[in-house]
């Protein structure tokens, strides 16, 4: 499956962004650092001169016997998760920053094997607005792979007021991403590997996809090996539950979106006595195989290209209308590109037919897209001269490519932590075998999904994960949106039973993520996250 499109990137983002049609810049905060907690719930103020202060774990367990090519991705029944002692962090003020409080924590890279090595975990704490505060809010803002520390710095780019009033936002980059260091690092340039035309019809350009998917992974390893087979999922919850004890509590609220949730999920089936109340936003199913997920996502962004088609049609207006049929339009654009790809500039890639899917993808996140993505179509089938900078536009910010050409490491943390964590393709034959699949589910798209053969040639060996069943112990919030490609909602009603006592919020949006679409979902959630007051068991928002 073509690992790296299964990005859930944050709709906030998207809808939020600064838009330039033709030109989507991304404004990303810098990398983040780290943060903390005083005793009595709120954030320690401090005026000391900044430091980082990092804590060591002594495991007071006996040893275990590992397998060598990766850490356990899986964890035994809550009550036996050895728990190594945590001295307590400090917080001081960020650099530039009077509110915002940073620390690292210093986590092993293996609990059964500390030895092996520490990642220094990037924290950031954003104190309450009021006081008492009710206590920390953990956020992760999905991926996986996606630094998160960022998130208390720009807190009310994605709460609302009262979460703000109510909670110390606890942000901090998982391992292996953003500024936790070692952070994943493979290359510095997306467009060598990640271009090559998946609608291949010879043996020459078959071999080009594996060779490109072959030399990323090798400069992955050569570059990052050392960490690669310990950044699983189930390693970030257990970080989750030792930042939580060094910030000195007995338990967390915690807010994640997207993969955040599968993040959540798995925290809170191994330490639910931990939990005062979670809520996952834009869901995945905790239990999808490898295939079935991919399966899943390929059906979601088809159903929501449909929609942008139909959407379209509605609007004269729209630039890819084209007399009432933009999927004619569109098919002549696919067609176009993979018979003689677009130049825009000969410092970039040509816009080859996986560009443009490419940014397809990038515009069904959500429908404040869709415009831009009907000029771009419309700009690549002009004639006589057709001009694919809005496709390459697009493509940039679906990798987040910034305005001086540099890329954050979400993309190689995303496959690093994909391709540990799930148990999928073994081989490039095995990544084939799945293509009609794929394009029954989704007959524009579902090549594109199919196609990527990264994990099946990755050099650390993935270990499946246990079933996730009965998480949690007390009412979990979730919240799916009828519009989302990349979460579809049935993932996120089945993310809902699967926990022990799941509480479904259903946001009418196209859309990934539902949080802050409208005041119906953000007032149950905030009621739920600040009074314990809690929703119905499945609930709509229109």
Known sequence: MRTHVRLEVLAYELMRRPLVVRSLTVVIAAAAIASSCGSNGSVADSTTIVTETSIELTDTTSSVTTDTTA?????????????????????????????????????????????????????????ADTSPAVGPLFVNRGGPGAESASMATEAEFYFSKRLLDRFDIVAFDPRGTGATEPSVDCVDEIDPYFTAD??????????????????????????????????????????????????????????????????????????????RAAVF?????????????????????ERELNAFFDDCISRTTCPAHNNG???????????????????VSDKRTLVTSTVAYTAVVDAMYSSALWPTLAEAIADATKKPIADGTGLLALYDDYYQRGPNGTYDNLLEAFIAISCLDDNGDETV???????????????????FFAIGYNCALWPVKSKPKQPMTNIGSSPVVVVGTTGDA????????????????????????????????????????DAYLVDLEIPEKESTCK
Request: aromatic share 8%; net charge negative.
């Open 486 to 525: 990349a979460t579809p909602l049935e993932s996120s009603r089945k993310m809902a039973a699967a926990l022990t006592d799941g509480r479904l919020i259903i946001a009418t949006e196209d859309q990934h993520t539902g949080y802050g679409t409208s005041d119906c979902v953000t007032d149950r959630v």
């Open 429 to 447: 034959d095995d990544v084939e075998a799945q293509i009609p699949k794929f394009e029954a589910i989704a007959p524009r798209l579902g090549r």
């Open 325 to 343: 049929n933009p999927a004619a339009l569109f098919d002549e654009m696919m067609r176009r590109v993979e018979r003689d790809p677009l130049f």
């Open 281 to 301: 936003d834009g869901a995945s199913d905790p239990n999808a195989s490898y295939l079935q997920a991919g399966l899943d996502q390929a059906a979601g962004f």
């Open 71 to 127: 850490e356990s991705t899986t964890l035994p029944a809550a009550s036996s998760v050895p728990q190594p002692i945590v001295e307590p962090i400090t917080l001081t003020p960020c650099p530039g920053s009077k509110k915002i409080k940073c620390a690292r924590l210093e986590v092993p890279y293996d609990y059964e094997n500390p030895a092996a090595g520490t990642f220094s975990i990037a924290v950031r704490v954003r104190p």
């Open 198 to 275: 998946i609608t291949f019809d010879s043996p020459e350009e078959r071999q080009r996809l594996i060779d490109d998917a072959q030399a990323f992974n090798d400069l992955c390893e050569e570059k990052s090996g050392e960490i690669l087979p310990y950044i699983s999922t189930v390693s970030s919850a257990r970080d989750i539950d030792t930042l939580r004890r060094a910030l000195g509590y007995d338990t967390i609220s915690y807010f994640g979106f997207s993969y955040g949730s599968e993040l959540g999920a798995t925290w809170a089936k191994f330490f639910p006595d931990t939990v």
